[in-house]
């Protein structure tokens, strides 16, 4: 997938742990595990809404686009 959720490097800068974010947003540590490995496939706004009013941050810092995932050969 080319759309990559920046969900770990979020949480360091707020010095925040996946279970204080559960809690605060409301979303289980199981979904909120999908999307930190970026097994997500979708991301509701209202959710996307919740993540960056706990987070302090913008949707583009929690989500990057990437040409290519990592560790796989990129033809020139």
């Given at each position: 997938?080319?759309?990559?959720v920046n969900l770990d490097l979020?949480?360091?800068?707020?010095?925040?742990?996946?279970?204080?974010?559960?809690?605060?947003?409301?979303?289980?540590?199981?979904?909120?595990?999908?999307?930190?490995?970026?097994?997500?496939?979708?991301?509701?706004?209202?959710?996307?809404?919740?993540?960056?009013?706990?987070?302090?941050?913008?949707?583009?810092?929690?989500?990057?686009?990437?040409?290519?995932?990592?560790?796989?050969?990129?033809?020139?």
């Amino acid at each position: 997938m080319s759309i990559w959720v920046n969900l770990d490097l979020m949480l360091v800068k707020q010095q925040m742990q996946l279970t204080e974010l559960s809690q605060r947003v409301g979303i289980t540590l199981a979904n909120l595990s999908i999307l930190k490995t970026n097994k997500a496939r979708a991301i509701r706004f209202s959710t996307l809404d919740a993540l960056c009013r706990e987070l302090k941050c913008q949707p583009g810092d929690l989500l990057e686009y990437r040409d290519h995932e990592v560790g796989q050969d990129v033809e020139p």
